[in-house]
């Protein structure tokens, strides 16, 4: 078994015992991990759709000269658009790391074609010029109210555009 899933594992683990943890509680079940759900291209629809959502706003953002939240617009779209793919094969996240590896499990079990590069992103520190995360945490806690490196921004929205259109196929085959 992979790294990868066995962290998905561990995530299933963790939503499954929080999960009871509320019950006992009489509080509303909640989770910080991973639960298998029905696979659900309706529910599929609405991450692409707020992915798209994102994908808009990165430009938005920029026009409207708050450039700095294009990179949390960035983040979020690919994030919606790994949720997307989680829906159609039947889960639910409530974690990052954990949807992550869920990413890389159903890579590894030829279940989805994704590049790396795009996992990559959403790691900390896992590419030469810093992942989406990290990106959107200097410009979310930093000082900075704006992009310099446009070339940045236009980069970041052609790579949402594109991991937008490769999700379209996962999720419509």
């Not at 509303?28 to 639960?35: D, I, N, Q």
């Not at 410009?139 to 259109?165: F, H, P, W």
Request: hydrophobic letters at 35%; aromatic letters at 8%.
């Amino acid at each position: 078994m992979s790294q990868s899933s066995k962290h998905v594992e561990w995530c299933l683990n963790k939503a499954e015992k929080e999960i009871k943890e509320c019950e006992k509680l009489g509080k509303r079940p909640k989770h910080r991990g991973l639960s298998r759900v029905n696979p659900s291209i309706n529910e599929a629809k609405k991450h692409l759709a707020k992915a798209e959502h994102n994908l808009l706003g990165i430009t938005r953002f920029k026009e409207i000269g708050f450039s700095d939240w294009s990179m949390s617009a960035g983040f979020y779209c690919i994030y919606h658009c790994f949720l997307a793919i989680a829906a159609k094969f039947g889960y639910e996240s409530s974690n990052q790391t954990c949807t992550i590896s869920l990413m890389r499990s159903l890579k590894e079990n030829n279940k989805i074609l994704l590049d790396e590069k795009f996992i990559d992103l959403l790691e900390h520190e896992k590419t030469d010029e810093g992942s989406i995360i990290d990106l959107r945490e200097d410009y979310t806690y930093g000082v900075q109210v704006s992009v310099k490196d446009e070339a940045r921004i236009n980069e970041l929205k052609k790579t949402c555009k594109d991991l937008v259109d490769i999700t379209k196929q996962i999720i419509y085959e």
